[in-house]
């Protein structure tokens, strides 16, 4: 399946946005989808997961509260609504597709390009 992330952008601490990810070329709703980001020289960490059919979801505690995964598997799209914007929230932001919930990168299996998104104080 491909991937195409979109949504990212700059904005000011406090601001909110939407991330979105498209997938083509597969069956989407088969898919565990995740978000995950990755800041300048640091590693890919995990931001949220959510299952196939959407009934279940799991988010890394630096954004419980703040940000919202959904998806829509009749559009073949999964969501970011990251609220209450912080500066350590900026990086850029991938969308994956993978079998498992695990906040592991290693065990999705397809990825989109990523999307820049920049929090400034």
């Known amino acids: 399946v491909q991937l195409q992330a979109s949504g990212g952008g700059s904005v000011q601490a406090g601001a909110s946005l939407r991330l979105s990810c498209v997938g083509s070329?597969?069956?989407?709703?088969?898919?565990?989808m995740g978000w995950f980001r990755q800041a300048p020289g640091k590693e890919r960490e995990f931001v949220a997961a959510?299952?196939?059919?959407?009934?279940?979801?799991y988010y890394a505690a630096s954004v419980k509260g703040r940000f919202t995964i959904s998806r829509d598997n009749d559009k073949n799209t999964v969501r970011l609504q990251m609220n209450s914007l912080k500066p350590e929230d900026t990086a850029v932001y991938y969308c994956a597709a993978g079998w498992t919930m695990t906040v592991t990168s290693g065990a999705y299996l397809y990825w989109g390009q990523g999307t820049q998104v920049t929090v400034s104080s």
């Open positions: 070329g597969g069956t989407f709703s088969s898919y565990v």
């Open positions: 959510i299952s196939s059919n959407g009934a279940t979801t």
